[in-house]
């Protein structure tokens, strides 16, 4: 059992705070295990099963909880005979329409202490802020890390380890099955009720061909800048398709509220400032960019920009991407008043390669830490700018 330290220990933290407890990620990324980590520890503390309360919105048995007073009275009738603080864990707590009006008053109606878990990366926009303003802590979950993955599979860190982990990704149950065929099918499975459930049934889109052709084509480009425009000018030029950048837009949010992908803004380091067009994607697991667009992603180096990125996501950065006059650096990574720089490459194998990626780096003037990452296992640091081999940084904590 993987306990998942870097967010039980965030959430530990928590217990018994006045603050609701939010854990926000895709579908299977382990949301529903961390209830039970929760759990487990609130009865190591001494507290009573019985003043536990899990409610399951993915369940049958709760489908017909749709809205505020129907959840009131559910909570209502499976409370009344409990007597102390009662802990309240709501699991894909977006099943139920306006359910933050409930988790409000339950705050105020009883002594407890709540936590929530959420498919949707919007679950805390708009009218819900405004209902639970400064009253909450969000948590974001990801798939496995390749040092939870080492855990989970009690394997040494090596080349095929990481070449698994490249190729089929980190969701926690895929790493019990052996078959290349069970792996595959089962990162269908996930995609196809991601995409179900949280985009095609959530916005009642009515075309969706067009959704799957725009959600590949982004995982085909992953790391690459792209727009609405271009994607539009793509569509109409390679497949004859006529949408608006505008529609285009809006699928790509409703992708990224899925919390299917992620948007990382450009940033004008000469100028200050964040840049409002063009931006890049990548997908919350790489094992999906393997099934849906079927080509050998081990020497993909877009792949590994794609790791690195959530990786740095984990490790609690803000990120965009640098613009130097022409050139370009992968990741300006921000925390606490603090900043580096992050360049991924496959390898460091040419000339040519080695000043592409340097370059950038070195026109930067402040004296934040900047780093190449690649698989290349001779250091070749060099003017300042450290080199670090991927595994290093994935197991280390130097970054």
């Not at 080349?159 to 926690?172: C, M, N, S």
């Not at 995409?195 to 052709?213: C, H, M, S, V």
């Not at 809006?250 to 948007?263: F, I, S, V």
Request: aromatic share 12%.
């Amino acid at each position: 059992m993987v306990k998942r330290e870097l967010y039980l220990n965030r959430i530990s933290s928590l217990i018994d705070k006045d603050i609701i407890k939010i854990i926000v990620g895709v579908r299977r990324c382990g949301k529903s295990y961390m209830f039970n980590l929760i759990i487990e520890e609130l009865l190591e503390r001494g507290i009573s099963k019985d003043n536990i309360l899990l409610i399951n919105f993915e369940s049958a048995k709760y489908r017909n909880v749709s809205n505020p007073r129907e959840l009131d009275l559910l909570v209502r009738d499976l409370t009344k005979d409990m007597d102390g603080k009662i802990y309240m864990f709501f699991d894909e707590i977006q099943n139920v329409d306006e359910w933050e009006k409930s988790i409000n008053s339950f705050r105020v109606d009883y002594d407890c202490d709540i936590y929530l878990t959420g498919s949707n990366s919007k679950l805390l926009s708009g009218e819900l802020a405004t209902h639970l303003a400064g009253r909450y802590m969000e948590i974001k979950m990801y798939p496995f890390s390749f040092k939870e993955y080492l855990d989970y599979k009690k394997t040494p860190p090596n080349k095929k380890a990481f070449t698994d982990y490249l190729i089929y990704g980190g969701f926690p149950f895929l790493l019990s099955l052996e078959s290349e065929i069970d792996k595959t099918e089962y990162l269908n499975d996930i995609f196809n009720s991601i995409f179900l459930k949280d985009i095609i049934e959530r916005y009642n889109i009515r075309d969706a061909g067009l959704l799957t052709r725009i959600v590949d084509f982004i995982l085909d480009n992953t790391g690459k800048i792209v727009s609405s425009k271009s994607i539009s000018d793509y569509l109409r030029t390679k497949e004859k398709i006529k949408v608006s950048p505008k529609t285009i837009y809006n699928y790509l949010d409703y992708l990224t509220n899925a919390c299917l992908l992620c948007k990382v803004q450009r940033e004008d380091l000469e100028g200050k400032k964040i840049l409002s067009i063009n931006e890049k994607y990548y997908c919350v697991d790489q094992g999906f960019n393997q099934v849906r667009i079927g080509r050998n992603q081990v020497n993909n180096s877009r792949i590994m920009e794609n790791i690195v990125y959530f990786e740095l996501l984990r490790r609690g950065y803000e990120i965009t991407i640098g613009c130097v006059g022409n050139y370009e650096i992968d990741f300006v990574c921000k925390k606490m008043g603090e900043r580096i720089y992050v360049q991924v490459t496959r390898e460091l194998s040419h000339e040519e390669t080695i000043e592409r990626e340097f370059r950038p780096l070195l026109l930067v003037k402040d004296n934040y830490p900047k780093y190449v990452i690649s698989t290349d296992e001779f250091d070749m640091s060099q003017d300042g700018i450290k080199h670090m081999n991927i595994l290093d940084f994935l197991l280390g904590d130097e970054i």
